[in-house]
């Protein structure tokens, strides 16, 4: 009979086991809905998302227009650092990674170009501010040897960009087709299921959260065109170009257009579409005839979906939840610790 070996412990190669990284020092700009998710899942799924990472991600300091809130919020973190201005955030010497979380297009711009020339790289979720000044600021960061990523941009935690970019990146993409505003789709669903008109379901949708007070980029369409610019530059290599999008919004829709679609077996879509033909690559974001059994016809409420046509795989599909603070944040946080990795 053989014996069982014995393991003992190796003193030695522990002590030579290499030192664990650094940790990864993130400073917040914004701390409304997404940043407050931020902290709230990095918090709770620390470990596990160092042990992915390979080392640790840190909140070291946040810029906020509403410090009180914040400060409830932060109790119990004493290294973090509350700051007034986001451009002090933007040069601190500590802070390795800036989220720019606050929204808005002009003053963003600035916070991220800053980050960017001190040396930070940048996450956000800023739509709006990629789709108006995107190119100036991936030409910032490659100028500066930075990461600027994006992937909560667009379908909030569905990891759509990284289909594109990483899943698919063999491929031809022929067309993308979604729908990317849970806004837009929560009162569609609400019209089609309970005939409810445009400003009801409106007022609903904003009662709960899932519309914001001034709504107009939600129902006219410039959110999810701002999304299919975002999606188009990463599928087809093109500029981003918000102008070159037809966009049409759904707030002249009314209660029976969506009965009688629904009697003739199509539910009624606020639809993104990019579409690969002849004369380029063509943009669309209208409301569009889908029919019932279409995954796209059964995303209900604020769930976000993307089919994606390709010449190797074909047919993909992803959807899932498309707004809120933590599905938003799961998208930061998967940015951030591809960022962690980098050697």
């Given at each position: 009979?053989?014996?069982?070996?014995?393991?003992?412990?190796?003193?030695?190669?522990?002590?030579?086991?290499?030192?664990?990284?650094?940790?990864?020092?993130?400073?917040?700009?914004?701390?409304?809905?997404?940043?407050?998710?931020?902290?709230?899942?990095?918090?709770?799924?620390?470990?596990?998302?160092?042990?992915?990472?390979?080392?640790?991600?840190?909140?070291?300091?946040?810029?906020?227009?509403?410090?009180?809130?914040?400060?409830?919020?932060?109790?119990?973190?004493?290294?973090?650092?509350?700051?007034?201005?986001?451009?002090?955030?933007?040069?601190?010497?500590?802070?390795?990674?800036?989220?720019?979380?606050?929204?808005?297009?002009?003053?963003?711009?600035?916070?991220?170009?800053?980050?960017?020339?001190?040396?930070?790289?940048?996450?956000?979720?800023?739509?709006?501010?990629?789709?108006?000044?995107?190119?100036?600021?991936?030409?910032?960061?490659?100028?500066?040897?930075r990461v600027l990523a994006y992937?909560?941009?667009?379908?909030?935690?569905?990891?759509?960009?990284?289909?594109?970019?990483?899943?698919?990146?063999?491929?031809?993409?022929?067309?993308?087709?979604?729908?990317?505003?849970?806004?837009?789709?929560?009162?569609?669903?609400?019209?089609?299921?309970?005939?409810?008109?445009?400003?009801?379901?409106?007022?609903?949708?904003?009662?709960?959260?899932?519309?914001?007070?001034?709504?107009?980029?939600?129902?006219?369409?410039?959110?999810?065109?701002h999304k299919l610019t975002l999606?188009?530059?990463?599928?087809?290599?093109?500029?981003?170009?918000?102008?070159?999008?037809?966009?049409?919004?759904?707030?002249?829709?009314?209660?029976?257009?969506?009965?009688?679609?629904?009697?003739?077996?199509?539910?009624?879509?606020?639809?993104?579409?990019?579409?690969?033909?002849?004369?380029?690559?063509?943009?669309?974001?209208?409301?569009?005839?889908?029919?019932?059994?279409?995954?796209?016809?059964?995303?209900?409420?604020?769930?976000?979906?993307?089919?994606?046509?390709?010449?190797?795989?074909?047919?993909?599909?992803?959807?899932?939840?498309?707004?809120?603070?933590?599905?938003?944040?799961?998208?930061?946080?998967?940015?951030?610790?591809?960022?962690?990795?980098?050697?």
């Amino acid at each position: 009979m053989f014996a069982e070996p014995q393991l003992s412990p190796l003193p030695e190669a522990r002590a030579h086991a290499p030192a664990q990284p650094p940790a990864l020092r993130v400073g917040i700009i914004g701390m409304g809905t997404v940043g407050s998710g931020v902290w709230r899942v990095l918090r709770r799924n620390q470990a596990l998302i160092a042990a992915r990472a390979g080392r640790p991600i840190e909140i070291v300091a946040v810029a906020t227009r509403t410090p009180a809130r914040a400060a409830a919020m932060l109790v119990g973190a004493p290294g973090v650092r509350l700051l007034a201005d986001p451009l002090h955030l933007a040069a601190d010497p500590v802070v390795d990674v800036v989220l720019e979380l606050a929204g808005g297009t002009s003053t963003a711009r600035d916070w991220v170009l800053a980050a960017l020339a001190h040396g930070k790289h940048v996450v956000t979720a800023n739509k709006a501010l990629l789709a108006t000044h995107g190119e100036e600021l991936a030409a910032a960061a490659a100028r500066h040897g930075r990461v600027l990523a994006y992937e909560a941009a667009v379908a909030g935690g569905v990891p759509v960009i990284k289909a594109l970019r990483e899943g698919l990146v063999g491929n031809r993409i022929l067309s993308l087709a979604g729908v990317l505003n849970g806004t837009s789709n929560y009162i569609l669903t609400r019209m089609q299921a309970h005939g409810l008109g445009f400003a009801a379901a409106l007022t609903e949708a904003q009662a709960l959260g899932y519309a914001e007070a001034d709504p107009t980029f939600d129902v006219d369409g410039t959110d999810t065109a701002h999304k299919l610019t975002l999606l188009a530059a990463n599928a087809f290599g093109m500029p981003l170009r918000p102008d070159a999008v037809h966009v049409e919004g759904i707030s002249d829709l009314q209660p029976g257009d969506l009965a009688a679609a629904a009697q003739l077996g199509y539910a009624v879509k606020l639809l993104a579409v990019a579409r690969r033909d002849a004369d380029g690559v063509q943009l669309h974001v209208h409301p569009a005839l889908v029919p019932q059994r279409h995954p796209l016809a059964q995303l209900d409420g604020a769930t976000n979906g993307l089919r994606v046509q390709a010449d190797a795989v074909g047919d993909m599909f992803y959807s899932g939840a498309g707004a809120g603070g933590e599905p938003t944040a799961s998208a930061v946080l998967a940015d951030l610790v591809d960022l962690a990795r980098l050697p």
